[in-house]
């Protein structure tokens, strides 16, 4: 009995030796998994910073970059940010890191869908027709990269860490991540002020008188007029034409013309030219075609230069039969 106890003894001593031989390789191997997963989280994230610092520096000092030029590099930059969302959707993903990874991927599905829009409107906002819309746009994508920052910060770097720490590891936390570096660059005027630096111009002024007015509005025929309802009937796609006046004292190239339903996606069209003193107009199909009464909304966009621009837009109140 004596033997058969010590045999036992034995055999749970070396029981518990191996299982707690195995619980230490496997929290050794999870404890390597989630370093390895914040080590390549940061390269991804020095990265960023790094194509980051090159954009802004461009857009803040130019030097002597052509439009050509300065296009390529930002379509350049686009590609990077683009890189790094891939990287991103490749990553090994320890099972605790799950809810961190989901809110990293929007970050930077967020940062190359901004990136990525930008380059697409940076030949537009370089250019003479359609630059002030353009410019726009552009500042309008650096709302979306400074949403990117803050689920970043308040989201992914906290729970990654936070998971780090809960395992016992030390020195691997991830670092922080801003795209945006200044909140200036949030400012429509901040990116057109850079931008017309890279495109010859100095302060995205232009001399002389220079603006636009709505003129008259109809819809397959039938006038519109702001607070009196207008019915349209018949079975063929509205079109809506639409008069622009030029006001100023210089011809205005690439005037955009845009119609909306109900505050929905936006319709445009543009006119090649106006000259000065003159009326043009541009005929725009609203697709798919709206029934009852919907609201339909009037603008066209201001030219540089132009100081006023409250009649450059109206609504109007149209019942389809």
């Not at 702001?226 to 009937?233: D, H």
């Amino acid at each position: 009995m004596l033997r058969r106890g010590l045999a036992l003894g034995g055999g749970l001593v070396v029981l518990i030796i191996v299982v707690l031989g195995v619980k230490g390789c496997l929290d050794a191997r999870a404890h390597r998994e989630l370093s390895d997963y914040a080590r390549n989280v940061t390269e991804i994230v020095e990265g960023t910073e790094q194509t980051s610092k090159r954009f802004f520096a461009k857009l803040e000092e130019p030097g002597n970059l052509s439009v050509t030029e300065f296009t390529n590099e930002v379509n350049a930059d686009s590609s990077a940010m683009s890189g790094y969302a891939s990287r991103v959707d490749g990553l090994s993903v320890p099972g605790d890191m799950g809810n961190a990874q989901n809110s990293l991927e929007l970050v930077y599905e967020l940062r190359a869908s901004a990136m990525e829009k930008i380059a697409a409107k940076m030949s537009t906002a370089l250019g003479d027709q359609g630059s002030t819309k353009a410019m726009g746009a552009v500042a309008k994508q650096m709302q979306v990269l400074l949403a990117s920052d803050v689920v970043y910060e308040e989201v992914v770097r906290p729970e990654i860490n936070g998971v780090l720490a809960s395992n016992g590891i030390s020195g691997s936390d991830v670092p922080k991540s801003s795209v945006i570096p200044d909140p200036k660059w949030l400012e429509e005027s901040t990116v057109a002020d850079a931008l017309s630096v890279i495109s010859g111009g100095t302060s995205g002024e232009t001399s002389g008188i220079h603006g636009l007015g709505l003129g008259g509005v109809s819809v397959n025929g039938v006038e519109l007029v702001e607070g009196a309802p207008a019915v349209v009937g018949g079975e063929e796609t509205p079109e809506v034409e639409v008069q622009v006046e030029n006001q100023g004292e210089s011809t205005e190239n690439g005037v955009s013309v845009s119609v909306s339903v109900d505050g929905g996606s936006t319709l445009e069209e543009s006119i090649e030219t106006i000259a000065a003193g003159e009326t043009s107009s541009v005929t725009i199909p609203l697709t798919p075609s709206p029934s009852g009464s919907v609201t339909l909304e009037i603008e066209v966009e201001t030219v540089p230069g132009e100081k006023v621009s409250s009649n450059n837009q109206a609504s109007y109140t149209v019942t389809f039969e």
